[in-house]
């Protein structure tokens, strides 16, 4: 693998968030949801729900783009910005 750059691996990260959020209920995309709750104090992941198989299959499909350092770098981000899992 190349070596990978902060603004590479950054996009890779939208990608990522922004394909959970459109397989997510109610769909929609990263960018709106940088526009609409961006500088602000409100939660927006708990609105949005996805499925735990989603989840990992969206994220392995972007983990395997990514060196170790930014692997662990894309699960903090995540964790902080993902839509919730759905509960069975």
């Known amino acids: 693998m190349k070596e990978m750059t902060d603004k590479h691996a950054v996009k890779i990260f939208e990608q ?8 997510s209920e109610p769909s929609n995309t990263w960018k709106a949801i940088k526009i609409f709750f ?6 927006f992941y708990d609105k949005h729900k996805i499925s735990e198989e989603s989840y990992n299959k969206i994220r392995e499909k972007y983990m395997k783009k990514l ?6 770098k ?5 964790l902080a910005y993902s839509p919730t ?3 069975d």
Do not use: H, P
């Not at 990522?16 to 397989?23: A, F, L, Q, V």
């Not at 060196?67 to 662990?72: G, K, W």
């Open 16 to 23: 990522c968030i922004d394909e959970m959020y459109r397989n």
């Open 85 to 87: 899992i759905k509960e």
């Open 74 to 78: 894309l699960e903090y981000f995540l």
């Open 67 to 72: 060196t170790r350092y930014y692997q662990r």
């Open 38 to 43: 961006g500088g602000t104090e409100m939660t």
